[in-house]
């Protein structure tokens, strides 16, 4: 009985550990979450393949997608083009705020940024255009 128990055991702990590979395995992400009545938005991009999932606003949106060459193509021009990894945070304390955060773990714009303390003022047109990018991604990918 305890060898069932132990052979259970390890199958749910490989099952759940394998679930949450597409949440830390991926080159692209964009999230947005927070706010008076939290939401939370991710777009998780490996090579092509994307995963999208929104929760708040009284909808619940999984899907999966792929992603043309010519999409992450733009999506790499429009962060170059707006400088990216140059792109400075406030460090001002603010709350209940709703954030975006853009990881990119390879290529040339390689980083990270949020704005959860705001976007220095210099760089906020910089951030609205890529943050729109990936929006028109998501709008383009996922019909609700």
């Known amino acids: 009985m305890k060898k069932i128990l132990g052979v259970l055991l390890i199958i749910l702990t490989s ?3 394998n679930s949450q590979k597409v949440y830390q395995d991926f080159d692209i992400s964009y999230s947005k979450s927070g706010g008076y009545a939290p939401s939370y ?3 998780l991009i490996k090579g092509n393949d994307a995963h999208y999932s929104l929760e708040g606003q009284g909808k619940k949106i999984k899907k999966s997608f792929k992603v043309s060459d010519d999409d992450l193509k733009n999506l790499e021009a429009t962060l170059s083009k707006n400088n990216f990894r140059k792109i400075q945070e406030d460090h001002k304390k603010v709350y209940d705020n709703v954030t975006t955060s853009i990881n990119i773990k390879k290529g040339v714009n390689e ?3 949020n704005d959860g303390s705001m976007i220095m003022p210099n760089y906020k047109t910089n951030w609205q255009n890529i943050t729109a990018e990936f929006q ?3 709008n383009n990918n996922v019909k609700n």
């Open 15 to 17: 099952l759940s550990c």
């Open 41 to 43: 938005e991710n777009l």
């Open 111 to 113: 980083g990270s940024k």
């Open 136 to 138: 028109k991604l998501i």
